[in-house]
Protein backbone atom coordinates (compact mmCIF):
# COMPACT_ATOMS: atom_id res chain seq x y z
CA UNK A 1 0.00 0.00 0.00
CA UNK A 2 1.41 3.86 -1.12
CA UNK A 3 2.60 5.93 1.73
CA UNK A 4 0.65 8.79 1.12
CA UNK A 5 2.77 11.99 1.37
CA UNK A 6 2.06 14.85 4.19
CA UNK A 7 0.60 17.86 2.75
CA UNK A 8 2.78 20.52 2.31
CA UNK A 9 1.54 23.98 4.10
CA UNK A 10 1.49 27.04 1.74
CA UNK A 11 4.28 29.12 1.37
CA UNK A 12 2.69 32.99 1.89
CA UNK A 13 5.00 35.80 1.49
CA UNK A 14 3.91 38.54 4.06
CA UNK A 15 5.40 42.36 2.67
CA UNK A 16 5.00 44.64 5.31
CA UNK A 17 7.79 47.68 6.11
CA UNK A 18 6.86 48.01 9.82
CA UNK A 19 9.31 45.51 11.61
CA UNK A 20 6.86 44.68 14.31
CA UNK A 21 3.78 43.71 12.24
CA UNK A 22 5.80 41.82 9.97
CA UNK A 23 7.24 39.81 12.77
CA UNK A 24 3.78 39.48 14.81
CA UNK A 25 2.19 37.96 11.22
CA UNK A 26 5.01 35.80 10.48
CA UNK A 27 4.37 34.58 13.87
CA UNK A 28 0.79 34.01 13.33
CA UNK A 29 1.19 32.31 9.97
CA UNK A 30 4.00 29.87 11.45
CA UNK A 31 2.12 29.31 14.37
CA UNK A 32 -0.52 27.82 11.56
CA UNK A 33 1.95 26.01 10.31
CA UNK A 34 2.30 27.89 7.30
CA UNK A 35 5.84 28.56 5.53
CA UNK A 36 6.61 32.28 5.62
CA UNK A 37 9.17 34.53 4.08
CA UNK A 38 8.93 38.45 4.47
CA UNK A 39 10.05 41.65 2.60
CA UNK A 40 10.07 44.95 4.06
CA UNK A 41 9.10 47.38 0.74
CA UNK A 42 7.99 46.62 -2.61
CA UNK A 43 11.57 45.96 -4.59
CA UNK A 44 12.35 43.21 -2.41
CA UNK A 45 8.57 42.03 -2.29
CA UNK A 46 8.69 41.85 -6.56
CA UNK A 47 12.26 39.76 -5.93
CA UNK A 48 10.80 37.43 -3.29
CA UNK A 49 7.03 36.70 -5.63
CA UNK A 50 9.53 36.10 -8.55
CA UNK A 51 12.38 33.95 -7.64
CA UNK A 52 10.57 32.17 -3.83
CA UNK A 53 7.21 31.66 -5.94
CA UNK A 54 5.04 31.94 -3.11
CA UNK A 55 1.19 30.49 -3.09
CA UNK A 56 0.01 33.51 -1.50
CA UNK A 57 0.95 37.04 -0.74
CA UNK A 58 -0.21 39.48 2.17
CA UNK A 59 0.81 42.89 0.89
CA UNK A 60 0.62 45.98 2.30
CA UNK A 61 0.06 49.31 0.29
CA UNK A 62 2.39 52.10 1.81
CA UNK A 63 5.58 50.47 1.45
CA UNK A 64 8.72 52.07 0.66
CA UNK A 65 10.31 52.07 -2.62
CA UNK A 66 7.25 50.63 -4.40
CA UNK A 67 4.02 50.70 -2.95
CA UNK A 68 1.66 48.26 -2.53
CA UNK A 69 -0.56 49.01 -5.67
CA UNK A 70 2.15 48.75 -7.99
CA UNK A 71 3.37 45.50 -6.42
CA UNK A 72 0.01 44.23 -7.12
CA UNK A 73 -0.12 45.86 -10.69
CA UNK A 74 3.33 44.26 -11.22
CA UNK A 75 2.33 40.50 -10.32
CA UNK A 76 -0.76 40.85 -12.39
CA UNK A 77 0.62 42.17 -15.52
CA UNK A 78 3.06 39.35 -15.05
CA UNK A 79 2.02 36.20 -16.99
CA UNK A 80 3.86 34.05 -14.54
CA UNK A 81 2.02 35.56 -11.59
CA UNK A 82 -0.90 36.57 -12.87
CA UNK A 83 -2.93 34.22 -10.89
CA UNK A 84 -1.09 34.73 -7.69
CA UNK A 85 -3.26 35.67 -4.83
CA UNK A 86 -2.54 38.93 -2.79
CA UNK A 87 -4.66 39.54 0.32
CA UNK A 88 -4.24 43.24 0.80
CA UNK A 89 -3.67 43.93 4.58
CA UNK A 90 -3.59 47.64 5.24
CA UNK A 91 -4.36 50.67 7.65
CA UNK A 92 -5.83 52.29 4.89
CA UNK A 93 -9.29 51.92 5.13
CA UNK A 94 -10.69 54.30 3.02
CA UNK A 95 -13.45 52.97 0.53
CA UNK A 96 -11.00 54.45 -2.93
CA UNK A 97 -7.75 52.44 -1.40
CA UNK A 98 -10.02 49.51 -1.08
CA UNK A 99 -11.99 49.58 -4.24
CA UNK A 100 -8.42 50.33 -6.09
CA UNK A 101 -7.11 47.04 -4.79
CA UNK A 102 -10.06 45.27 -5.52
CA UNK A 103 -9.79 46.57 -9.06
CA UNK A 104 -6.46 45.93 -9.06
CA UNK A 105 -6.90 42.08 -8.78
CA UNK A 106 -6.47 41.45 -4.74
CA UNK A 107 -8.80 38.41 -3.55
CA UNK A 108 -9.23 40.65 -0.60
CA UNK A 109 -8.50 43.75 1.33
CA UNK A 110 -7.95 43.23 4.88
CA UNK A 111 -7.70 46.46 7.20
CA UNK A 112 -5.44 46.25 9.66
CA UNK A 113 -7.22 47.84 12.89
CA UNK A 114 -9.98 44.63 12.05
CA UNK A 115 -7.20 42.00 11.58
CA UNK A 116 -7.24 39.21 14.28
CA UNK A 117 -5.36 35.60 14.02
CA UNK A 118 -8.89 34.32 13.04
CA UNK A 119 -10.21 36.33 10.73
CA UNK A 120 -6.54 36.00 8.63
CA UNK A 121 -6.20 32.16 8.86
CA UNK A 122 -10.08 32.41 7.55
CA UNK A 123 -9.18 34.42 4.65
CA UNK A 124 -6.28 33.08 3.58
CA UNK A 125 -7.68 29.87 3.80
CA UNK A 126 -11.02 30.98 1.58
CA UNK A 127 -8.51 32.48 -0.80
CA UNK A 128 -6.48 29.04 -1.32
CA UNK A 129 -9.84 27.17 -2.02
CA UNK A 130 -10.54 29.39 -4.71
Same mark, same amino acid.
Do not use: C
Given at each position: ????K ?21 A????? /? ?8 GV????H ?15 P ?28 ? /????? /??G ?12 D???E ?12
Open positions: MPTKPSKKPHILVVEDEPALREMYAWLEAE /KYQVSTAEDVGIDIMHQQPDLVLLDIMLKKDGFEVLAEVRRNPKTRDLPVIILSSLD /KDYEQ /KQINLGAEHYLVKTISPLLYQTINQVLKQ
